[in-house]
C-alpha cells in the first residue's frame, strides 16, 4: 500500500503566499506524474498542477504565473508554491500519484486525504 501525507494548508490574506508538501510512502517502485487538485464548496474537482517524473509542468490557466509544482524524486515528495492568492483559490487542495508499487507493473492513482486552503481577509 501507498500513502500520501499533505501538509502546508491554512488560512492566509489575499496577496499571500502558502507551500504545500505531499510525501508519498510505502511500497513504492516508482512515481509517474505527481499533482495538485482542488475541489470548492458545490463545484467538482480540478486540476491544478501537474509535474511528470522529468520535470514537464501544466497548470490550470487561472494559477498560471502565480502557482509554480515541483518535486524531488529522491523524497518522493510533490511541492506546490502558490503565490498571490486570490480568494477564489480558496479549496480543498489534494495530492495525486500515479504510482507503480514495488511487487506490481500495474500503476495506480492515488490521493491524499486534502488540505484546506483558505484566502480571506
Known amino acids: 500500500q501507498v500513502q500520501l501525507v499533505e501538509s502546508g494548508g491554512g488560512l492566509v490574506q489575499p496577496g499571500g503566499s502558502l507551500r504545500l508538501s505531499c510525501a508519498a510512502s510505502g511500497s513504492i517502485f516508482s512515481i509517474n506524474t505527481m499533482g495538485w487538485y482542488r475541489q470548492a464548496p458545490g463545484k467538482e474537482r480540478e486540476l491544478v498542477a501537474a509535474i511528470t517524473r522529468g520535470g514537464s509542468t501544466k497548470y490550470q490557466d487561472s494559477v498560471k504565473g502565480r502557482f509554480t509544482i515541483s518535486r524531488d524524486n529522491a523524497k518522493n515528495t510533490v511541492y506546490l508554491q502558490m503565490n498571490s492568492l486570490k480568494p477564489e483559490d480558496t479549496a480543498v487542495y489534494y495530492c495525486?500519484?500515479?504510482?507503480?508499487?514495488?511487487?506490481?507493473?500495474?500503476?495506480?492513482?492515488?490521493w491524499g486525504q486534502g488540505t484546506q486552503v483558505t484566502v480571506s481577509s
Open positions: 495525486h500519484a500515479e504510482v507503480r508499487e514495488s511487487d506490481s507493473y500495474i500503476i495506480t492513482d492515488y
